[in-house]
C-alpha cells in the first residue's frame, strides 16, 4: 500500500474522480497525501508601450497563489489524511516526476484525457510522459465521460 502519494492536478479537469478515490486509498492505508499544481515558468507583464506592469517574481507569487488556492479547495475532500499542497513552475511532466523524486512518493495519481489523433500518439500527453518517466507507480484516472 502506498503510504506517500503526490497527486498532479491541472485546473482543466475536473478532478472528482481522482481525488474520490485517492481520498479512499488515503483514509484506508494511512497515506499522506500532497497536491501539485504545475504552473508555466511565469515572465514579467509589459504593456504596449513598453512599461512593466507585473515584474516575473510578482507573476510568481501570483500564479502559486492561485494555485495553492484551487488546491485548498481539494484539500477539503481529505477529512482523514495528512495532506499539503505545493506549485511548481516548469514543464509539466518533468516537474511532477522530480516533485515525486524529492518528496519520496510511491504513487503519482493523476488524471488521464484520452484525445484522439495522431499528434498524441506521437508526442503523448502530460500523463502518458509521467508514466513512462516516473520510477514509482502512476495510477491515471480518466475522468467520467
Known amino acids: 500500500m502506498a503510504k506517500r502519494i503526490l497527486v498532479a492536478l491541472d ?3 475536473a478532478p472528482d474522480a481522482l481525488i474520490g478515490l485517492v481520498s479512499d486509498a488515503a483514509r484506508g ?9 504545475v504552473a508555466p515558468p511565469p515572465d514579467s507583464i509589459i504593456d504596449d508601450d513598453g512599461h512593466v506592469l507585473a515584474y516575473a517574481d510578482q507573476e510568481t507569487a501570483r ?3 492561485e494555485g495553492l488556492d484551487a ?9 482523514e489524511a495528512d495532506v499539503d499542497s505545493v506549485v511548481r513552475f516548469g514543464d509539466p511532466a518533468t516537474e511532477i516526476v522530480r516533485e515525486a523524486e524529492e518528496w519520496t512518493a510511491d504513487l503519482i495519481a493523476m488524471p488521464a484525457t484520452c484525445r484522439p489523433g495522431v499528434r498524441s500518439m506521437l508526442f503523448g500527453g502530460v500523463a502518458e510522459k509521467v508514466a513512462w518517466r516516473a520510477p514509482m507507480a ?3 484516472v480518466r475522468p467520467p465521460a
Open 138 to 140: 502512476v495510477a491515471l
Open 71 to 79: 488546491l485548498r479547495v481539494v484539500e477539503l475532500h481529505f477529512t
Open 11 to 13: 485546473r482543466t479537469t
Open 29 to 37: 492505508g494511512g497515506a499522506t497525501v500532497r497536491l501539485l499544481h
Open 63 to 65: 500564479l502559486e497563489t
